[in-house]
């Protein structure tokens, strides 16, 4: 069965500064994979995702992800937060079809101003 | 209205209460999904529904009922829940079923069970 990992449960950077949220999954073929943001009080936003192709991807709000086969990792980035960035950030992993979708338990981001 | 909104956003309920959470999407998808989110557990899935067909239920309790009246609207009834019940609630849809089509999600119901 196909799962995700997300190491870092909550991470403090300060306003400006560079973001990177790591995403492990794993699953025997090609997944799909997606990042979505969850303000508080608020449901799930899509970042961005991967089906094939360009390996990094561009997503709103001047984030970006890098799937790396071989590491089995989609870790997303940023390189100057801004303090709206405060969030719940959840990695997921789908395949064939739009229902399998499985989530990781979310990474918390506290920004410092 | 655009996207996905789910109504009430809040909901106290007792144990013998019976109530409805309801879901609307204005995107022309065709899957529509409830999800359950407790605090430090991953977002678990509950059912789908794609062209108003339930093609998966995932264990849950009978006393979540859910119901799909067309590809626009989805509700879930709610009868005798448990303290354990309370969570926020999600309403998502996708384009359909046949490709890995992202998915939009709703805001939301808060609910919780008293």
């Known amino acids: 069965a196909q799962s995700v990992t997300q190491p870092d449960i909550h991470i403090t950077v300060s306003e400006g500064a560079s973001l990177e949220l790591r995403c492990n999954y794993s699953?025997?073929?090609?997944?799909?994979l997606f990042w979505y943001v969850q303000s508080p009080g608020q449901g799930l936003q899509l970042l961005l995702k991967?089906?094939?192709?360009?390996?990094l991807v561009q997503g709103i709000k001047g984030f970006e992800a890098e799937f790396k086969r071989s590491q089995s990792s989609f870790n997303l980035r940023k390189p100057s937060v801004h303090w709206s960035d405060a969030a719940e950030y959840f990695c997921?992993?789908?395949?064939?079809?739009?229902?399998?979708?499985?989530f990781g338990t979310g990474t918390r981001l506290q920004v410092t101003l | 209205e655009t996207g996905v909104t789910q109504t009430p956003r809040h909901l106290v309920m007792g144990m013998t209460n019976k109530k409805s959470l309801k879901c609307e999407q204005h995107?022309?998808?065709?899957?529509m999904y409830w999800y359950k989110q407790s605090a430090k557990k991953p977002l678990e899935l509950m059912f789908v529904?794609?062209?108003?067909?339930?093609?998966e239920n995932n264990s849950v309790p009978s006393r979540f009922s859910p119901e799909c009246p067309n590809s626009s609207h989805l509700f879930l009834h709610l009868h005798t829940l448990q303290p354990e019940d309370s969570a926020l609630y999600l309403c998502?849809?996708?384009?359909?079923?046949?490709?890995?089509?992202?998915?939009?999600f709703g805001p939301g119901t808060r609910l919780t069970v008293t």
């Open positions: 998502a849809s996708s384009q359909d079923l046949r490709g890995p089509y992202e998915q939009y």
């Open positions: 991967y089906f094939s192709g360009d390996t």
């Open positions: 995107l022309g998808h065709n899957a």
């Open positions: 997921a992993v789908g395949y064939r079809t739009a229902s399998k979708l499985t």
């Open positions: 699953y025997g073929a090609t997944p799909y």
């Open positions: 529904y794609n062209f108003k067909e339930q093609t």
